[in-house]
């Protein structure tokens, strides 16, 4: 475990934190005017790898080769020249930061970032931090990364859980949810939604499911698998044989599908990394809470100790309301991932790249 603290002041700017793989919708704006949670777990925290925030540059305006050595393949809207390594943490974790409240940015309900840090050390004065809490955006602090420094605690390395105990934990991500516009009174505008975390998954998997396909059709498993990817794929994607198969595979799962061309597998939710099996496939990475809940879509309902209900006693568990809209993927989080896939310099990948405003019209995005 870590602390950051100030590098002009050594103050300390946070609890304990222990470090976990960036969520695949860190960077997420989803819906309009839309209420949503702490993006990081309390006593965590993660590490954007590539530059963020103020200054930015158009992509005109970036040299094709300089992107390219940066790991982006395909024109995006803007790069950041800012500093990579941006640290991120729930809110509640901050020590000794103060908002800064003139740089609010471009927010209409609270802070975006878009002015770069909004929170100063409380000893020095020094910007060391964004808060992030507009509408739309998951609630975190982004700790500037030549602002602060990270000093290990002592006696508090766990190391990572095993993929068993992962499963064991069983902790799945449903695939909707209720989301509240901002503002609203509690429960007042309450709408069940496709999860944000499953539409983010989603783009970042699609974009792997595409250069895995190779220009051929791509057949996923019925169910919820199918709703996330099957429309796409078919839209995206020639139709008609030869076609590949997609199959979920993973932790504690049969291998009956050694002969797939493309498996769907978990990333570890602490260290990032694919489940890699023995079999040789395209792996098409899934955070850990969506997969699970693929392989296992429904979670245990709790029963009594004693193990049957008493006479006339109705069980008062609600069912999860049904989500009506269409599934959408998330079309920045598919952009944002294909442009560093290098396979985009293909001409039918990257064509799908630089038409994503005509499948948005579409619905699919």
């Known amino acids: 475990m870590f602390v950051f603290v100030c590098v002009r002041c050594d103050a300390e700017l946070t609890a304990p934190l222990s470090q976990v793989a960036l969520p695949a919708h860190a960077r997420q704006q989803y819906g309009n005017g839309l209420q949503l949670p702490v993006l990081m777990e309390s006593g965590t925290f993660a590490v954007e790898p590539e530059p963020w925030g103020p200054p930015w540059c158009r992509w005109e305006e970036i040299d094709p080769d300089e992107a390219a050595a940066r790991g982006i393949y395909a024109p995006v809207p803007a790069l950041s020249d800012g500093a990579p390594g941006a640290i991120v943490i729930a809110p509640g974790d901050t020590r000794g930061a103060v908002l800064i409240p003139e740089k609010r940015g471009g927010a209409c309900c609270g802070f975006d970032g878009g002015d770069g840090p909004n929170m100063a050390c409380a000893a020095c ?116 044989p030869p076609t590949r198969r997609a199959v979920l595979a993973g932790p504690g799962q049969p291998a009956r599908d050694t002969d797939a061309d493309i498996l769907l597998v978990p990333s570890h939710p602490q260290t990032g990394k694919a489940w890699t099996p023995a079999a040789s496939a395209y792996l098409v990475p899934l955070p850990f809470g969506v997969w699970l809940r693929l392989v296992i879509p429904e979670s245990q309902l709790p029963v009594p100790a004693s193990g049957l209900l008493p006479d006339g006693v109705l069980r008062d568990d609600p069912p999860t309301p049904s989500v009506h809209d269409v599934f959408r993927i998330d079309w920045q989080v598919f952009q944002r991932t294909l442009a560093r896939l290098p396979a985009v310099r293909t001409p039918w990948l990257r064509e799908i790249h630089d038409n994503l405003t005509q499948h948005m019209r579409t619905g699919l995005f």
Do not use: K, Y
């Open 125 to 240: 004065g020094l910007p060391v931090a964004a808060r992030i809490d507009d509408c739309s955006l998951w609630q975190a602090v982004w700790l500037a990364p030549n602002a602060v420094r990270r000093l290990p605690v002592e006696g508090t390395d766990a190391g990572p859980l095993s993929w068993e105990e992962l499963l064991a934990e069983g902790t799945g991500v449903p695939p909707s949810e209720p989301i509240a516009r901002w503002g609203a009174l509690f429960g007042a505008s309450d709408r069940w939604h496709w999860s944000p975390q499953w539409v983010a998954a989603a783009g970042q998997a699609l974009a792997h499911l595409l250069v895995a396909s190779e220009g051929r059709a791509v057949a996923v498993p019925e169910g919820l698998t199918a709703v996330m990817f099957q429309r796409a794929l078919d839209i995206l994607l020639p139709a008609g």
